[in-house]
Structure formats: C-alpha cells, structure tokens
C-alpha cells in the first residue's frame, strides 16, 4: 500500500518518470528474472548437498534442530 501512494505521489510531482518507471518495470523483472531462478537453483544444490552430507547422522538416529 505505501509503494502504491509513493507512486501517486511521484505521478503528481513528476508523471514522465512515473510512466517511464511504469512502462521499464516489467523490462526490468524479465531481465531479473534469470538471475532468481539462478538462486533457487543454487538454493536447492547447496540444501541437496547438506542432506547428503547428514544422511549418515540421521540414519544413525540422529534428530535435525
């Protein structure tokens, strides 16, 4: 909610760089978009890998915090 009056308020002050923000939003979230998907697959990398590496603990009764 306070973006959205932030961008009003930007819209009465200065409504070219509001349209312009408007219009180079979604440019910019499929540009960034590779770059998180990027992550979640490393996230999910690193968490595969910690679960191999405690796979011996936790077979042997060991309980995860």
């Known amino acids: ?10 819209f009465v002050l200065c409504w070219p760089v509001a349209v312009l923000g408007l219009v180079l939003y979604p440019v910019a979230w499929l540009l960034m978009l ?3 998907l990027l992550g979640v697959v490393v996230t999910g990398v690193f968490a595969f890998i910690k679960g191999i590496i405690f796979l011996p603990a936790r077979i042997l009764g ?3 915090n």
């Open 62 to 64: 060991q309980k995860p």
């Open 1 to 10: 909610m306070i973006k959205f009056l932030l961008w009003l308020i930007l």
């Open 34 to 36: 590779p770059f998180r």
